[in-house]
């Protein structure tokens, strides 16, 4: 993971951390998962700024639009709230499923949302990303924030999908295959076994291994796409990953993996937890 002065959102959890844990190969560099077949359509750059009511009606608004948000977080005093927005915009450029959301820290109508980000602490100014499902996906502080390194929070859709679990408190299994994968069926169903035999459930996430809006995930993931097996990557209810099967999945094990609960240290920075949190 950088830290350099990059504000990372460790007490959001790192959002896509959960790589690090039961992978000794894995890097723990925050994943920049890109999204090259971004919606063409013109971006949208009415700003809101407003109390907290405000601010979350418009959270919801975006959220039921599929839309991510750039929330551009300062106080009254901030000389460089101007600068941060103008990165925003241009971070709404590059992905343009967004809108963008000016927010007061130190205005008490927002003291909820203020408790909700975690973001006492948080340096002036910043930009936090919520994801279209919701979900903060991590943040920068103006001097590290661009509009390249902004626009690469936004999560792909399978990656949304895996934080709308974890959020839900639910295992995941992450199923990688090619088309031309003849063991798929048989592994989906082993997957779907598996779930049957998890207390909490299991969300069951396909992935096809050319879709190119899925390149940074499958990558951080460390699947070999070379291969013709179709391969399950399981993911705790912490986020961590405990088990890879390429090829090779059967329920036990499945379940096993589902369940292995492991202890504080694994995650960046410490943390027991990697799962983004809302």
């Known amino acids: 993971m950088t ?28 994943a920049n998962v890109s999204n090259p077949d971004q919606p063409k359509t013109g971006t949208s750059q009415q700003i809101t700024t407003k109390s907290s009511a ?6 919801d608004k975006a959220k039921k639009a599929g839309k991510a948000v750039f929330l551009v977080v300062s106080e ?7 600068q941060a927005t103008a990165i925003a915009k241009d971070a709404n450029k590059t992905y343009k499923n967004a809108v963008i959301i000016q927010m007061k820290r130190d205005d008490a109508a927002n003291a909820q949302l203020v408790d909700q980000f975690r973001l006492t602490g948080a ?34 859709p399978k990656l949304d999908m895996v934080y709308e679990s974890l959020n839900g408190g639910k295992p995941v299994f992450i199923v990688v295959s090619k088309k031309s994968n003849i063991d798929k069926t048989k592994t989906l169903e082993v997957c779907k076994s ?9 969300s ?4 096809d291994a050319a879709d190119k809006k899925e390149e ?40 096993a993996s ?6 504080s240290g694994c995650c960046p920075g410490g943390s027991g937890s990697c799962k983004p949190k809302q």
């Open 3 to 30: 830290t350099l002065r990059k504000w990372q959102l460790l007490i959001l959890a790192n959002a896509v951390s959960f790589n690090a844990c039961s992978n000794p190969n894995a890097n723990n560099n925050q």
């Open 54 to 59: 405000t601010v979350q009606t418009e959270l």
């Open 76 to 82: 009254t005093t901030t000389k460089e709230t101007d």
């Open 123 to 156: 340096p002036m100014p910043l930009i936090l990303v919520i994801s279209p499902k919701g979900y903060p996906t991590g943040g920068y502080i103006l001097a590290e924030a661009n509009a390249q390194n902004v626009a690469k929070l936004v999560p792909s």
């Open 194 to 202: 598996a779930k049957s035999q998890v207390a909490s459930g299991v």
């Open 204 to 207: 069951i996430i396909e992935i």
């Open 216 to 255: 940074g995930l499958i990558n951080q993931l460390k699947i070999n796409t070379s291969t013709n097996a179709t391969t399950v990557v399981v993911l705790n209810a912490s986020g961590q990953t405990t088990g890879t099967f390429e090829g090779n999945a059967e329920t036990s094990s499945l379940v």
């Open 258 to 263: 589902a369940t292995k609960v492991i202890r």
